[in-house]
């Protein structure tokens, strides 16, 4: 049975808070996903990971909550802030187009910012 778009969304950003990488690209993400960022384009699982390092390169040891998370039937939509030693973003949002219990689409906006 294919899990709903909900389903998907909340298991990525549960995989997301503790860091479960690997597992969230092989339960939650297409093979030839695309992300659209604010600092590029990444494509398929390769680009996720890519993704993730660059996250995690602008906020080294951050902390990410969750303050918004929206459904409409395969649009899921977040806004997150993070704050890291000496930086921080305020205005994190991701847009995921999930079908058939993938993600297939991903934007990516954040702005980091000395705290």
Same mark, same amino acid.
């Given at each position: 049975?294919?899990?709903?778009?909900?389903?998907?969304?909340?298991?990525?950003?549960?995989? %997301?808070? *503790?860091?479960?990488?690997?597992?969230? *690209? %092989? %339960?939650?993400?297409?093979?030839?996903?695309?992300? $659209?960022?604010?600092?590029?384009?990444?494509?398929?699982?390769?680009?996720?990971?890519?993704?993730? %390092?660059? $996250?995690?390169?602008?906020?080294?040891?951050?902390?990410?909550?969750?303050?918004? #998370? $929206?459904?409409?039937?395969?649009?899921?939509?977040?806004?997150?802030?993070?704050?890291?030693?000496?930086?921080?973003?305020?205005?994190?949002?991701?847009?995921?187009? *999930? #079908?058939?219990?993938? *993600?297939?689409?991903?934007?990516?906006?954040?702005?980091?910012?000395?705290?």
């Amino acid at each position: 049975m294919v899990r709903s778009a909900v389903e998907v969304f909340e298991d990525h950003l549960a995989r %997301a808070l *503790i860091g479960d990488l690997e597992g969230d *690209i %092989a %339960a939650n993400f297409a093979p030839d996903c695309v992300l $659209l960022t604010t600092y590029g384009r990444h494509d398929g699982h390769d680009g996720v990971r890519a993704a993730a %390092a660059m $996250l995690a390169r602008h906020l080294p040891g951050g902390r990410i909550r969750y303050t918004n #998370r $929206l459904v409409h039937d395969d649009v899921a939509f977040l806004e997150w802030t993070a704050e890291a030693p000496g930086v921080c973003v305020r205005d994190g949002t991701h847009t995921l187009v *999930i #079908r058939d219990g993938r *993600i297939e689409v991903v934007t990516v906006h954040y702005t980091v910012t000395p705290r």
